[in-house]
């Protein structure tokens, strides 16, 4: 399924609901544009809801990291919540645990920006 | 008497839509030769990096270039070749991704993932000086020792 995004907010939290698959192609691309966008209109807390993503490749997880970069850089801040299995062994064998910071619940996220 | 290899070859055009067709063949191919569902996505992810390799970096996104794709069974393994019209490359020029200062890199992984998912990656010179991506799989209940190929 075609990567999905849907954007509300809680408080200065702009959280981004996506479903469907993060690889190479439309899926990364929209998930470039739509993180971006929230960057460029000064939002500087992200949180990626990725609960109903099922599959990320490499492509998708590079996304992921300059993203994280990209907010970074703004002075901001993205988090990623609720992960499927198989995108948390991903993170976790390519050692991005280190780099990203991933809550276990959307309350918990909420909580956890400065 | 060593018994017949079966082998599958598909010809892909470079192209996105090529990425996901590769994915799909092998995932296919690999649950009627009765991996479990784990192993499954495994290769099917390898595969997939493979053919993105073989799509951005082997042949550049040139559309006059092909990527061939074969599959061969083995006694007991599983082997796959992912060939590109490149120049080719040594696997000991990639990054590891793993290290402190590759962490934030947006690229370089595919490899590693090919690794983590398959029992043996290797990279041979493709007939055309491209390279030949080569993966193998024990099949089911055939674990232990590396590939031979």
Request: some cysteine; glycine content about 8%; overall charge negative.
């Amino acid at each position: 399924m075609a990567l999905q995004g849907t954007c509300r907010d809680v408080g200065e939290i702009a959280i981004v609901d996506f479903s469907g698959r993060i690889t190479l192609g439309e899926g990364s691309a929209m998930l470039r544009k739509t993180v971006r966008d929230l960057i460029e209109a000064g939002r500087r807390k992200i949180l990626l809801n990725l609960a109903d993503v099922d599959y990320i490749d490499s492509s998708g997880i590079g996304e992921l990291v300059g993203l994280y970069t990209s907010a970074r850089n703004a002075s901001g801040e993205l988090k990623l919540v609720y992960l499927t299995k198989r995108v948390h062994d991903l993170i976790q064998i390519t050692r991005l645990f280190t780099v990203f910071d991933v809550q276990p619940d959307e309350a918990a996220a909420v909580r956890s920006f400065r | 008497m060593v018994p017949p290899t079966q082998r599958l070859e598909v010809t892909l055009n470079t192209e996105l839509e090529s990425v996901d067709l590769a994915e799909n063949i092998i995932m296919r191919v690999a649950e009627a030769a009765g991996f479990s569902e784990d192993d499954v996505h495994k290769l099917g992810m390898a595969v997939r990096e493979g053919v993105v390799n073989a799509y951005n970096y082997g042949n550049a996104q040139d559309r006059q270039k092909k990527i061939l794709l074969t599959v061969e069974f083995e006694q007991d393994q599983m082997v796959v070749h992912i060939v590109d019209e490149g120049s080719g490359f040594d696997l000991e020029d990639v990054a590891d991704p793993l290290a402190e200062e590759n962490l934030l890199r947006t690229s370089g992984r595919g490899i590693f993932l090919m690794r983590a998912f398959t029992d043996d990656l290797t990279v041979r010179r493709g007939p055309t000086g491209g390279a030949d991506l080569v993966m193998c799989k024990k099949l089911p209940d055939r674990r232990g020792g590396n590939c031979r190929f």
